[in-house]
T-cell receptor
């Protein structure tokens, strides 16, 4: 069965510092991996995805994520955090097989202080 | 490009009452999803449509939940009768194709409170 773990409920970082939001996954086959962000009273917005190829994926708003197959991880990173990055971040995984659903982690709240 | 539209944004009902949510996906998107997001959890897929056909409804509580997408465009999700544990945000999403590698575009959600 597919599963996603986001081990941190909250990540706190000062503006200008690098940030990392962790995600590990479990699938039987090859994974499709996604990061979404949710701002208060708004729907989820797509940030980036890994399908195949280069392990380092670049996405919206300066975010990037590194796919690590041996560690089954897909951590979200940004070199320099902004206060406006404060939001709820979700990692999601789907197997590369027809009929499988997108499974979301429980989310990590990112708080960037000025 | 207009995004995914959902209505109402908020709904408060008593338990055992019925409620319906409406979703209009992005124009041209063939795939439509309904998710349930309980406070403190990630979204959980309830049902997936490809055009007007159901692809996956394995996690839909069919004794009380129903959904339809009659013309392959907009969709409604109904709960009858509602239970306290149905209190959640109901998210609608769409994507242009059914492939698992396609990102999904989410609406703002409907926050349901069951008293």
């Amino acid at each position: 069965a597919q599963s996603v773990a986001q081990p941190e409920d909250q990540v706190n970082v000062a503006e200008g510092n690098p940030l990392t939001v962790k995600c590990t996954y479990s699938v039987s086959g090859n994974p499709y991996l996604f990061w979404y962000v949710q701002y208060p009273n708004r729907g989820l917005q797509f940030l980036l995805k890994y399908i195949t190829g280069d392990n380092l994926v670049k996405g919206s708003y300066g975010f990037e994520a590194e796919f690590n197959k041996s560690q089954t991880s897909f951590h979200l990173k940004k070199p320099s955090a902004l206060v406006s990055d404060s939001a709820l971040y979700f990692c999601a995984v789907r197997e590369d097989q027809a009929g499988t659903a997108l499974i979301f982690g429980k989310g990590t709240t990112l708080s960037v202080s000025s | 490009e207009a995004g995914v539209a959902q209505s109402p944004r908020y709904k408060i009902i008593e338990k055992r009452q019925s409620v319906a949510f409406w979703c209009n996906p992005i124009s041209g998107h063939a795939t439509l999803y309904w998710y349930q997001q309980i406070l403190g959890q990630g979204p959980k897929l309830l049902i997936q449509f490809q055009n007007n056909g159901v692809v996956d409804d394995s996690q839909l509580p069919k004794d009380r939940f129903s959904a339809e997408r009659l013309k392959g465009v907009d969709s409604t999700l109904k709960i009858q009768p509602a239970k306290l544990e149905d209190s959640a945000v109901y998210l609608c999403a769409s994507s242009p194709l059914a492939g698992g590698y396609n990102e999904q575009f989410f609406g703002p959600g409907t926050r349901l409170t069951v008293l």
